[in-house]
Nanobody
Framework: QVQLVESGGGLVQPGGSLRLSCETSGFSLDYYSVGWFRQAPGKEREGVSCISASDGNTDYADSVKGRFTISRDNTENTVYLQIIGLKYEDTAVYYC??????????????????WGQGTQVTVAS
């Protein structure tokens, strides 16, 4: 049974940092790519980063490049999203998702069948 559980969200001041975790079970990160998505109130879900199963290549949305870093620990079956320089516009529910996305990874939500329940990130002073 594929499961993904996000954690690490919280209330942070602008400029602060967070590390989100996506603990996975029921599959191997050697074969499943993982993406991080976020959804702010009243907005569509947005792909922010992903990491491919095959070679660990990563991709980022332009809005987060230089501030977000995705990584994975295959031995711990966990994918991380390190965020620095948080901005008000980063406020959203952050989700991780997994699937066998062929070569590479994708920032498109339709590419992923398995989703976590989300973790709230709120940036406020």
């Amino acid at each position: 049974q594929v499961q993904l559980v996000e954690s690490g969200g919280g209330l942070v001041q602008p400029g602060g940092s967070l590390r989100l975790s996506c603990e996975t079970s029921g599959f191997s990160l050697d074969y499943y790519s993982v993406g991080w998505f976020r959804q702010a109130p009243g907005k569509e879900r947005e792909g922010v980063s992903c990491i491919s199963a095959s070679d660990g290549n990563t991709d980022y949305a332009d809005s987060v490049k230089g501030r977000f870093t995705i990584s994975r620990d295959n031995t711990e079956n966990t994918v991380y999203l390190q965020i620095i320089g948080l901005k008000y516009e980063d406020t959203a529910v952050y989700y991780c998702a997994a699937d066998t996305v062929g070569l590479g990874c994708a920032l498109t939500s339709s590419e992923y069948a398995y989703w976590g329940q989300g973790t709230q990130v709120t940036v406020a002073s």
